[in-house]
């Protein structure tokens, strides 16, 4: 498991489109196995492969911080097969480090993926997972949670993420 340095915003590879895994292969095993040392060095939530400078449709939550019934969860090929509702909460990103804001995103999601083993599941996500997850799928399609802030919030953020833009 190698710890890998985190992408910070104004790095043009947080915005471009990630590609599918055609198999898992120990290329696959591997970048999973950094994703989740980077991950857990950074104490985060969740992480996806464009974050550690892969495009490759893979990432993985873990909400054992928040959650003790929580277990660390690796999703490769996943697709958001359907959302509803709508909720609003306080949201950080390791690209992002030190600006949290609230977030409206849907409540709750359904999700198909491949695990690391190469099994295939579906599960039906709510609060922080359904949150952490549909935040993570949008790192596969080069959007980043800045997308979801209201215009006004953008403005408000203007100096520091041109300054992390910079440092990047
Ligand atoms: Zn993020």
Redesign the pocket.
């Known amino acids: 498991m190698a710890e890998r340095p985190i992408v910070i915003y104004g790095d043009p590879v947080l915005r471009e489109v990630s590609e599918p895994v055609d198999e898992i292969n120990q290329e696959t095993k591997d970048l999973v196995s950094d994703l989740i040392g980077t991950l857990k060095k950074a104490s985060?939530l969740?992480?996806?492969a464009p974050?550690i400078a892969v495009l490759k449709r893979v990432f993985v939550v873990d909400l054992s911080a928040i959650d003790i019934t929580a277990t660390l969860k690796v999703f490769i090929n996943p697709e958001i097969l359907d959302t509803s509702g709508e909720a609003e909460f306080e949201?950080?990103?390791?690209?992002?480090p030190g600006i949290y804001q609230k977030i409206i995103r849907p409540a709750r999601a359904r999700v198909r993926a491949t695990d690391r083993d190469g099994k295939q599941f579906e599960m039906e996500a709510t609060g922080m997972a359904a949150r952490a997850i549909l935040?993570?799928y949008?790192?596969l399609e080069g959007k980043?949670?800045i997308d979801h802030m209201s215009p006004m919030t953008r403005t408000m953020l203007k100096g520091r993420l041109k300054k992390l833009s910079m440092a990047s």
């Not at 949201?91 to 992002?96: D, Q």
């Open positions: 985060g969740g992480l996806a974050q949201e950080g990103c390791l690209s992002f935040h993570e949008d790192h980043l949670f």
